[in-house]
């Protein structure tokens, strides 16, 4: 045996054997490889025959019985059969690092800010395996957004789960950018998933501003982009996150917007042969939508025995012709999110900002992070504001009579006022506890109010 055996072992395990596969067929958006044993997940690069230039990344996403099916991370154009397929990265991982605040990243992980590398990273699985529901802690703390809205109406607590329902156009990026800035959070995690090229940059240099990117972390994979990187930018968002939270800080993780993540993982189940289901969508949709949502939540115990840190999921969901009930990936995403806002058109037209729709979305943790005051105060406020929508058409045209009915009378006497806590400019910020009592006492004089009136129709 040699003197140098060990040595040589420790290299060999240290260095992963040089895999190549021989591109067979080329099918849509997939690559048909002959002679690439590696696992789903691999990463790989197609090298074009002699004469031609560059090569491109792809990734391993289904096999048959002799050929691996890779997906491109960029274009087909200049794939010809013949072509040399190198495998190299087989786990599914990232590099992180507490250098990557303040940095906008690509869906592999790489800066793309023109700032230089990140460095001190360590790898972390893309895919980890899922949280139980043991380690989980109870939420019971509130996580202040800076918006009066939600922070009064629908209160988000640490580890939650929230979506943000709304058809285009209606203000959803610029109200993540009003959170991203006045959260209390300490880090912000935001994936911009499927995003126009040009809305990405206004996001960060309008939305999101110097304050709020000097704490937040921010991945880009756009619509132009393949249905692989945008996935794999959901992931590594989460993953990021979930790093952060390691360390025993709060995270709020920002997603725009699961619809076009769906949209990106029919595509790739569409391309390997899965079959459609719901409205063209294939059944690895809703599983990995699942896998997705779950992985935000509160850890009872962080690793090394430090106390749990939180990351705390706001999603936008994308909303069909303005009907949340016609769309399955919207179905989907409300049975498994932990509460929702709902974005109004008809708010959003009547300069209503932000177009929160109070009566149509609902914080199931919101009981529990807030205490009886304004618990009773919020219910005060809905039970008017339900009532001015029964009437609303009548006082429009001046057909409703006043006196007939305490609780309405009491609405329309304090809708401006209700309106104005509920309106926020989107410089403008407003600590939680100001907030909170600045509805306690609209919701205690409204209250005032109904009792006379009560009387009054009684006498």
């Known amino acids: ?55 491109t990344l792809g990734e391993v996403v289904g096999f048959t019985a002799d050929q691996a099916v ?3 991370l960029g274009q087909t154009a200049g794939i010809s059969a013949g072509d040399r397929v190198v495998g190299g990265q087989v786990a599914q991982t990232v590099g992180v690092s507490v250098r990557m605040l303040g940095r906008c990243l690509d869906g592999l992980g790489r800066p793309i800010d023109g700032l230089g590398p990140i460095d001190e990273r360590e790898p972390r699985p893309i895919s980890p395996d899922p949280i ?39 203000g959803k990026s610029t109200l993540l950018g009003q959170i991203a800035r006045g959260t209390e959070a300490d880090v912000n995690v935001i994936a911009l998933i499927g995003e126009r090229g040009r809305e990405a940059r206004e996001f960060l240099e309008e939305a999101l501003g110097p304050q709020g990117l000097a704490r937040s972390v921010v991945v880009i994979a756009t619509g132009d982009e393949s249905p692989l990187l945008r ?55 809703f599983s990995q939508l699942a896998l997705l949502l779950e992985r935000a939540g509160a850890l009872e115990q962080g690793p090394g025995g430090r106390a749990g840190g939180t990351v705390t999921g706001l999603y936008t969901i994308l909303v069909e012709g303005d009907d949340l009930t016609g769309d399955p990936i919207s179905d989907a995403a409300r049975g498994i999110l932990d509460g929702h806002v709902v974005l109004s058109r008809r708010l959003a037209q ?42 609303e058409d009548l006082v429009q045209i001046g057909a409703y009579a006043k006196g007939s009915d305490p609780i309405a009378d009491t609405s329309i006497a304090f809708l401006e006022e209700i309106n104005g806590v509920l309106q926020q400019g989107t410089l403008e910020r407003q600590g939680f506890d100001a907030a909170a009592k600045r509805l306690v ?5 409204a209250g005032g109010e109904l009792e006379r009136a009560t009387k009054r129709k009684a006498g």
């Open 132 to 170: 139980g529901p043991l380690g989980r802690r109870p939420i019971r703390e509130a996580l202040a957004t800076g918006v009066r809205a939600i922070d009064l109406m629908t209160t988000l607590g640490r580890g939650q789960r929230l979506g943000i329902f709304a058809g285009p156009g209606v």
């Open 350 to 391: 009547k300069g209503h900002f932000p177009a929160i729709d109070v009566l149509d979305s609902i914080s199931r943790v919101a009981d529990a992070v807030t205490g009886p005051t304004h618990i009773a105060a919020r219910r005060q406020i809905i039970r008017l504001l339900a009532k001015y929508r029964d009437i």
């Open 70 to 72: 890779v997906m491109l």
């Open 441 to 445: 006492d609209v919701a205690v004089r």
């Open 1 to 55: 045996m040699s003197l140098l055996a060990p040595e040589i072992e420790i290299v060999r395990r240290a260095l992963a054997p040089r895999v190549c596969g021989v591109v067979a067929a080329l099918r849509g958006l997939t690559v048909l490889v002959e002679s690439l044993p590696l696992p789903v997940g691999s990463l790989v690069r197609v090298e074009p025959a002699r004469g031609s230039s560059g090569s």
């Open 231 to 285: 996935v794999r930018a959901a992931k590594v968002a989460c993953t990021i996150a979930e790093y952060f939270r390691d360390l025993g800080r709060d995270v709020l993780l920002m997603m725009d917007s699961v619809t076009r993540f769906a949209h990106a993982q029919r595509q790739i189940g569409l391309s390997v042969g899965e079959p459609p289901a719901t409205k063209g969508y294939t059944p690895s949709v």
